[in-house]
Structure formats: structure tokens, C-alpha cells
């Protein structure tokens, strides 16, 4: 709820809906046989329509990446970091293309969308959907939109491997490839954190085999155990320090809880002892009252199934070879999902393919979330770089 | 099921119970009017009882930590790679004392046993315990079987912030403190860890706040996520890669699960592709079938709340100012849930208050396992100096 709008926001912004009849084919083999897509757009397509930028969606997010729906909003868009005029993504020059991805649960067609072939909700049936998949489906919004060429496609963690799909499926597509927080492919240790996740809310008796919906519930409680665990690993153990260290909870909680918790004492019992319990059982909460848990599976099944080599015998750099844009890659220090090395591991192989290639590592203590976050150091380069293509782009005009 | 029992092995062990009747004082106020003790030794006690050393367990570790208790034994105890004749903990110099912690659910008394004033099972009455009063009982073992000082005090993770509080409420009662892969109080990230396997647990339907048992069930499913999650933070990154990669799922789990999943080919479901996600589960599972929900509730709260700098204003080498032992420290490179830098705070303290302290970091790729695997450059530098106490022990008597 801003009181008023602040100078460097996008403003008030309005989502469309963009419908599409013609069937897709997904890498499953399974169709869609039409399909909705929630668009938001920040900024102003120039005449020759060469300065559309795309945003390539996370785990969690969705169209709403910058500014306001009202003056009654809670908080803006969730990249406003990073979007709107004199931020890195500068709508004064840029026109900004943002959409809810498909199988998402905020406007596009996904789970909680009905199934035109049965006229009911699809929830556990909706198919499986891919990076490859979706960057389908947005070459299709760009179609619809009249872009043949973006000026920059960008993303962070799952949106940074959309960027790396653009970069290999449409490399006429793109002028540069713009990836956060990135990994070429989830390790081990990552998929075994999804699954957790996907256990949790599976295992929950309210998942009724993800047909919740018919029986009026939700798997909350599923949903929040999933989205505690996904939260550790976005936050860095020093983040995660500084924010709670061990200090123990407040006498609200103990309140709450219906217990004689004095602040400071331990409970010796189960209830929230630290802070950072608290935390996570809110950020959990709050997350399972506003997604969808068969969105939230079909989303961590698109991180585990990534993998841009798999047409390329493994091989990263041969999967780039056709690439034409130029790339840049930002890693930051106390990301333990997505460390830096693994970024390295991208850039390593843009060098090998003779790809022009920029990459950054900044240091910051927020994890994984960085990218999201106004780290100044991050924001200077991202804003250097996009000016740059800003530049180019004029020029070329 | 060892066809023959190994040359290097303590052999066939009989655990042994001892029964306190003496009431213990908890640190949370709470008083257990009696226990038992569930406790193996290997090894013989020599006359003037100088070579008796003492296992504390980790978070699901118990009494049994080395040898068979039959011949249909599929597996030795959860040490075996260090308890025995020729191995680091040699049973032909030392007395070995080990025993299954207060709040356990392998005989000792905890949740699973009677409660001997309300004829129930203790379930979730049974006292929240600490490591404080699991040495205090520890202790009272050591005066049952005689013993005044112990050679050493051996325990890795939680086991060895048992053996850190023996150097501090017992100065006196320790030749050596022997730590591997330990911290010296848990960050926020490993409260959180532990918070979200809690929360698994209890949000299971089954666990009926703690009394499963007259409900003629256990919370499977939630102690199987916590296991999954544990599991996770006990390996490393580089190891799960090692051991799994990316690899696919097996023919025989899509038999299973009446999928068609050829070796090799994603599901486009929701089922296992990844054999990370089928070792997980099955790890889940097994543990599930054994171990006690409360117990390991009691477990992962005694790890959150670990702080030997309790009583000392937040400084752990004052902490350390009356002990009277020599100290030695080993971490291992891959472990992320106690980092070799989390060990060397230990070290430093130690250092700062002027004790005797060996460090040694070990390079593994096992992560926080590490120490109870057969690390090469490890076993060796841990019979190294379990070989000098023994001279010790042997050239005092």
C-alpha cells in the first residue's frame, strides 16, 4: 500500500490476457490444445520494435514483475529491484514483456485453469511442461506482439535457464542473453531438495492425488513444509545469520503458543524457539495460502528436467554453437544453490564455443535471493550493461 | 549377515541394561524419577580402570556401535569402522563404553518406554533433554562401572558436543576430548534444517500429537521427509554427484510404479527419474520403519539448543577455562552442515584459553558423514593418536 507511487516505479499496471488457439506440442508429447498467457508490459515499443525486453520467471514468480495492480497493493511487482525508470531495466528506454508462464497459477493456463476438453479443472492433470516448452510459448507471445528480435532476454535461477533455451532454440531471436544466478543443469543435492518438496505436499492427506480442489481443500500444510525447505536453500547460512542468529523467539509466539516463554528462555518443549523457526513457519503460510501446489510440482519438475546439452551428447559448448547473441552472467559469492562455480561452468563453455561472453561475481550475503535484491554492486553492472544495449539498440534504430 | 565374523571385528556383542534408580535433574526442571541405560562395552577394563573410553552418539546413532548381535546380522554397528582390534578405537588397549542417550528409542528410557508413574507410555511426556544431562547421566555410568577418568571422551557431530561438555562440567574426568565433525553450537541454517524435519513429523496426520502409538500407527511419512531432509545435509554436494549424477531411474521403478519409463527417459510425471530421488526415498523409508518420531524430535532439540557458552556470557573459551584434557579436532572438507570453520572456532577458543589442541582438517568428499566412513589419511591420523593415548594410559599405570 504505497500512499503514493514512488518516482521510479513502473506505476500502476494493468496484466492481459493473451489467448492461443493453435495447439502446442510439448517436449512430453503431450498437446495443448489452446492456451491463455498473463502478460504485463511496462515501458513503450518503439517504432521499429527493437527495444523489447523479455523476463523469464522463477520458481514462485509470474507476470507481475514491477509496479502496482492499486494504490491498495501490499508490495510492488517482484523484480521492482530491477525494473522501471533509472533502475537496470529502465522502462524510459526499454518496453518490458513479462508473463506468467504456462502451468503457472496466476492467470496462465495451468492446474487451476479448466480443461476445454472436459470442462473440468485439469489440477493433476495438467501435463508436464518444460524450459523448452515454455520459451515455445514465448516465441509465440513475441509473434503475437510483433517482435522478431528481442533486445535482451532475461532471467534469474529457472528464468536464467529460459534464457539459456532462447539463446540455443531462437538464436536470431535475441541480441543478448542476460542470466542471474544460474546453473547449466541441477546437481544431485538440488533435485533432492525438489523432491523433498514434492514429498511433502504429496504426502499431505489434503493432496487427495493433487484433486484437492473437489474436495475443497488445499494442501497447506504440504505446500508450507515445501516452501520452508525451498527457502533455506535460497538464503546464504550467513544471511540467514545475520538476520536471526540464534536469537530466540519473542514472547508474542510464546503468547501465541499458550506458553510461559520468556524472552531469551528456551521452551524446552516444541514450540518456536528461534527466530528462524518463526520466519520460515511464516514465509511458508504465507506462500500456501497463495499457490498452487500442482503449479509448484510442475515448476520443480521443469528445474530437474533442464538440461541443454541433452541434444548435445552432454556437451555445453556445442549446445551454444548456433548462439548469436551476446551473453552476460551474473553468480553471487553466497549462493549455495546455484554457487558460482556452476555459473562458471556456462561461461567456461561460451568460451569454448568462441561466444562473446561477459561474467560478473558479486559479493553479497543474501544467497540465491540476491538477484532479487538491490545489492548495489549487482544493480550498478546490470544498469552499465543494459545501457549499453539501450545504446545499441538507438543506434541501430 | 557376515558369513564368517571379520579378524578386525569386536565380534558378536550382548548389549547390556543398567538401571538407575537414583532420580536425574533435568536442565529444563524436569526430573526423571528412574532409567535405564542401554549400554555395550568392547574391549577388556585393566585393573586400575585407566583405559576405559566413552562413545557418545550422534542424532540417530545408539548403543550398538560396533560388532554383530548375531550371526543374521546384515550390518555391524553404526562405528565399526573405528571400534575394533587394529582400528583406530584398538579394543585390544581400551575398555569401550557406549551407550544409547536418555530419550532414545533403543532401550534406553525415552518416549518409547513406560512412564513408572502413570503405567503409559511416555510418547510425547517424555522431557525435552540436552546434552548437558545426557553426560550428567553419562557420568553416573562412569561411577556404576567404576570409572573415575576416562581415557577419552569420543563422539563426532552431536556426539561431539557431548564430548564438549564433558570437558566443561567434568575437567576432571578425561585424559583426551576427541571431536570429529562438530560445531560449536548449531547456525541458523541447521535450526531451520532441524525445524522443517520437526514440522514434517508433527503435520502428519499420524502423529496424533505424539501418541501414535495408542492409535496403533507412527507418522511413516513425516519421519520419512525428515530423514529425506537430514539426509540431504549429511552428504555432499560433490558426493551425491559422485554417487548419482543426474543418472535416471532403473527399469525396476517404473515396473513399480506401472510406468512406462524406459532406462534412461523422463516420466513427464511425478514419479522418480532420478536415482537421488530413489535413494532418498528409500533411505526415508527404512529409517522410518525403526526410529521413533518423538525421539527424534528430542534429538534435533537438543542439537538447536547446544550452547556451551550458556553460562559464560557468549565466550566459549572461558567456557573452556577449568578443563584439564588434551584436545583434538578433525573436520572434513566437504561438510556444509559443520564446516571445518565451525570446527576452528573450537580450536581457536581452545587455543585463546591456552589448552593442549591437535586440529586436523581432512580432505573427504563424503560431507558431514564423513567420520564414520573409512576416510583413509582420517582413520590413520585417529589411530595415530588414540595410539599415543593408549602409551599414556599404559606408561602411567
Redesign the interface.
Known amino acids: 500500500m504505497p500512499d503514493s507511487i514512488p518516482e521510479d516505479s513502473v506505476g500502476i499496471v494493468e496484466p492481459e490476457l493473451h489467448h492461443f488457439d493453435e495447439p502446442l506440442t510439448l517436449?512430453?508429447?503431450?498437446v495443448l490444445p489452446q492456451y491463455d498467457l498473463m502478460v504485463e508490459t511496462y515501458g513503450q515499443l518503439n517504432a521499429d520494435k527493437s527495444n523489447a525486453v523479455l523476463i523469464c520467471h522463477a520458481l514462485s514468480g509470474d507476470h507481475h514483475a514491477a509496479g502496482y495492480h492499486s494504490m491498495d497493493d501490499r508490495k510492488p511487482g517482484w523484480w521492482d529491484n530491477c525494473i522501471g525508470p533509472g533502475k537496470p531495466i529502465d522502462t524510459r528506454h526499454f518496453f518490458v514483456v513479462s508473463l506468467n508462464n504456462l502451468g503457472g497459477c496466476n492467470g496462465s493456463t495451468g492446474p487451476t485453469s479448466i480443461n476445454p476438453e472436459t470442462g473440468q479443472y485439469y489440477g493433476p492433470d495438467f501435463?508436464?511442461v518444460t524450459v523448452r516448452d515454455w520459451v515455445h510459448s514465448q516465441a509465440r507471445l513475441a509473434d503475437r506482439l510483433g517482435i522478431d528480435k528481442w533486445a535482451a532476454v532475461i532471467g534469474g535461477s529457472l528464468g536464467g535457464m529460459q534464457v539459456m533455451r532462447w539463446a540455443i532454440s531462437y538464436p536470431e531471436r535475441l541480441h543478448h542473453a542476460v542470466m542471474l544466478a544460474v546453473a547449466p543443469?541441477?546437481?544431485?543435492?538440488n533435485?533432492?531438495?525438489n523432491?523433498?518438496a514434492?514429498?511433502?505436499i504429496?504426502?499431505?492427506?489434503d493432496f487427495h492425488d493433487g484433486r484437492y480442489r473437489d474436495h475443497g481443500v488445499v494442501p497447506k500444510?504440504g505446500l508450507?513444509?515445501a516452501r520452508?525447505?525451498g527457502h533455506?536453500t535460497y538464503?546464504s547460512?550467513s544471511s540467514?545469520?545475520e538476520?536471526?542468529?540464534?536469537a530466540t523467539e519473542q514472547l508474542k509466539h510464546s503468547l501465541n503458543l499458550g506458553r510461559d516463554l520468556r524472552k531469551g528462555k528456551?521452551s524446552?518443549?516444541?514450540d518456536v524457539?528461534?527466530q528462524?523457526?518463526s520466519y520460515?513457519?511464516y514465509q511458508g503460510e504465507r506462500f500456501s495460502e497463495t499457490f498452487d501446489a500442482n503449479t509448484y510440482?510442475l515448476m520443480t519438475?521443469a528445474l530437474?528436467?533442464f538440461?541443454p546439452t541433452v541434444d548435445y551428447e552432454g556437451d555445453l559448448s556445442a549446445a551454444f554453437a548456433e548462439s548469436q547473441c551476446r551473453f552476460v552472467l551474473m553468480s553471487f559469492s553466497t549462493d549455495?544453490r546455484f554457487p558460482p562455480a556452476r555459473t562458471r561452468e556456462i561461461v567456461d563453455a561460451l568460451i569454448r564455443a568462441g561466444k562473446p561472453v561477459s561474467y560478473l561475481e558479486i559479493e553479497a550475503d543474501q544467497g540465491h535471493d540476491a538477484f532479487l535484491l538491490p545489492v548495489p554492486r549487482y544493480i550498478s553492472a546490470f544498469r552499465n550493461y543494459m545501457q549499453r544495449v539501450h545504446e545499441e539498440v538507438s543506434h541501430a534504430s
Chains 1, 2 share one sequence.
Not at 202 to 205: A, I, N, V
Open positions: 517436449r512430453s508429447g503431450r501435463p508436464v543443469k541441477l546437481s544431485a543435492q533435485i533432492a531438495f523432491e523433498v514434492r514429498q511433502s504429496t504426502s499431505d492427506p500444510r508450507m513444509l520452508m525447505v533455506i538464503l547460512d540467514m545469520r538476520k536471526f542468529g540464534r528456551l524446552f518443549g516444541f524457539d528461534f528462524v523457526e520460515l513457519h510440482l519438475k530437474d528436467y538440461d549455495w
